[in-house]
């Protein structure tokens, strides 16, 4: 299914980055007319899908044909590649030859129908991983976009997975810690970007605020500590909960827990009744879900409402949902995994640390000092305005799009 794409043009951005967007018109130049599709899971629902929504238009604007095509699948297959994704990040679970068959035959059909009539196709996580596998094209140069933290991943099903990943030229990962045979002598570190335009960070009214505090009872007097963060193992919600009652027994806070049901990710109302169950009545810990009408604008506001971000998640791709939550002056506190470490810098414009105890602490430190608050959001803000908007992103697609075309 090919996605519909909104007109996102580069210059808009200038205000944010004129030095990236000059980069990318220049190397828009040498790549003009070039065809280059994007192949992912979802068109909704979970980071890739929204990186998407920005970087194809972008590249658009800046002289390529580009275009998003989007999986056919049933949901079985969505189960199987939930499994795939936990065991890439470490799981200990079986994969049955039935699930592997699936995998296959929803990759070669959709190998068939989708429109890949491309220069450059580039196959975002494991899902759509083997479409290169079931095509005959000599001329099409696939590069691999991984998002997931594979830095020790279940080496059974790895090893399995990659066999059959032999056609492609580039291997993208977040970071360098996540890369392993057999794409170490073809990767490139790869960090994702946030939209400053989109409506989960632009600026908003007060007028638009104030509709968001109304709508979900958002008490402004006191701290509000938000976490942005699929029902999903991995993020382990039960610890953030933990964290807000250790916090509360010193400051009167509320909660946020903002998340969004992705298409892919059927597992996630399993987990969801779990952290209800786990929060019992407690009415300052607000659950606000797209099932309440929680959408972008809203995540945004939210965002903007909060005192500062955290983030308890125990593996993690990248976590733009860091960046996000910075772009809003607001420092966050973490757990140092994945992409998350690579973005707060501990002491400067958030904390990174370990254990339940001591993540409340770190929130209580900037609670209990108003000034560092205030500083660590200022220093968050400007380290994403340098390293993670979307200009840089897209001059860095450019820039391996040529390095395989050359």
């Known amino acids: 299914m090919t996605v519909e794409l909104p007109v996102k043009r580069l210059g808009d951005y200038s205000i944010f980055s004129k030095e990236d967007v000059e980069a990318i018109f220049e190397l828009g130049k040498e790549l003009r007319g070039l065809k280059v599709v994007h192949v992912n899971a979802t068109a909704y629902g979970g980071g890739v899908a929204e990186l998407l929504m920005t970087i194809v238009p972008l590249m658009k604007d800046a002289g390529l044909d580009a275009s998003w095509e989007v999986l056919e699948a049933p949901m079985e297959f969505f189960n199987v590649t939930k499994k795939l ?41 494991p899902q759509p991983g083997y479409i290169p596998y079931f095509r005959s094209d000599t001329h099409i140069k696939y590069i691999w976009r991984c998002h997931i933290d594979t830095s020790t991943p279940n080496l059974k099903v790895w090893n399995r997975l990659t066999s059959k990943m032999t056609k492609y030229e580039k291997a993208l990962f977040h970071i360098m810690d996540y890369v392993r045979a057999p794409f170490d002598k073809i990767a490139v570190e790869f960090p994702p970007s946030i939209d400053p335009l989109s409506p989960k960070n632009r600026e908003l009214s007060e007028a638009e605020l104030k509709s968001v505090v109304e709508r979900y009872k958002i008490d402004v007097s006191r701290p509000l500590i938000t976490v942005v963060a699929r029902f999903d193992p ?66 945004n506001a939210i965002q903007r409402l909060s005192t500062l971000g955290l983030h308890t998640a ?67 803000k400007e380290k994403v305005r340098k390293t993670y908007l979307s200009t840089a992103h897209v001059k860095r697609y450019l820039e391996v799009i040529k390095s395989v075309v050359k």
């Open 85 to 125: 994704h936990n065991t890439l990040q470490g799981a200990d679970i079986e994969i049955s030859e039935e699930e592997w068959e699936l995998f296959e035959k929803v990759n070669e059909e959709n190998a068939k129908k989708l429109n890949l009539d491309a220069d450059v196709v580039i196959i975002h996580d």
């Open 234 to 299: 991995w993020k382990d919600l039960f610890s953030a909960i933990d964290v807000y009652r250790k916090v509360k027994e010193r400051y009167d806070i509320q909660l946020a827990i903002v998340s969004a049901m992705a298409k892919d990710d059927p597992e996630g109302w399993i987990f969801f009744e779990d952290i209800l169950r786990y929060a019992g009545v407690d009415n300052d810990i607000l659950f606000l879900t797209d099932l309440k009408g929680v959408g972008h604008l809203e995540v």
């Open 314 to 380: 125990t593996r993690e791709g990248f976590g733009l949902v860091i960046s996000e939550m910075m772009w809003k002056e607001h420092p966050v506190v973490a757990r140092p995994v994945g992409g998350v470490k690579i973005q707060i810098d501990d002491g400067i414009n958030g904390y990174l640390r370990q254990s339940v105890e001591e993540l409340a602490d770190a929130i209580c430190d900037l609670l209990e000092n108003q000034s560092r608050l205030r500083e660590f959001g200022k220093n968050a």
